[in-house]
């Protein structure tokens, strides 16, 4: 969650990128693992197999907020201007609802 936050004041970068992989490697088999691998090649430009890690944290853990919000914002990248656009907003709409209160 640190590296989360931490990423809206200080921007994305390739230092994100490097400090997420090295989370992934903690615990490689966890689903944040997938989740940050994701996040980090989407960062590095490589947007479809980011998709496939935050796909593969879905499958592991369906309820945890996070990746639905990660598949989003790689889906509006990845599909930018076709009409995956709403696809993208119902995923982060999902992880709004996931991670809201009560």
């Known amino acids: 969650m640190a590296e989360w936050a931490g990423m809206g004041k200080q921007g994305v970068g390739l230092e994100v990128a ?12 966890h689903f944040v693992a997938n989740v940050c691998r994701g996040v ?3 960062q ?3 947007l479809k ?5 935050i796909e593969r944290a879905i499958q ?9 919000f990660w598949k989003g914002m790689l889906c509006a990248y990845y599909y930018r201007g076709q ?3 709403r696809e ?9 609802v996931l991670f809201s209160p009560g």
């Open 83 to 85: 009409s995956h656009d």
């Open 60 to 68: 592991l853990e369906p309820e945890e907020w996070d990746a639905y």
């Open 49 to 53: 197999e980011g998709l496939v890690e």
């Open 44 to 46: 590095r430009g490589r």
């Open 88 to 96: 993208a907003m119902e995923l982060i709409e999902k992880e709004a």
């Open 18 to 29: 490097e400090r997420l992989e090295e989370i992934a490697r903690i615990n490689p088999e």
């Open 40 to 42: 980090a090649l989407g």
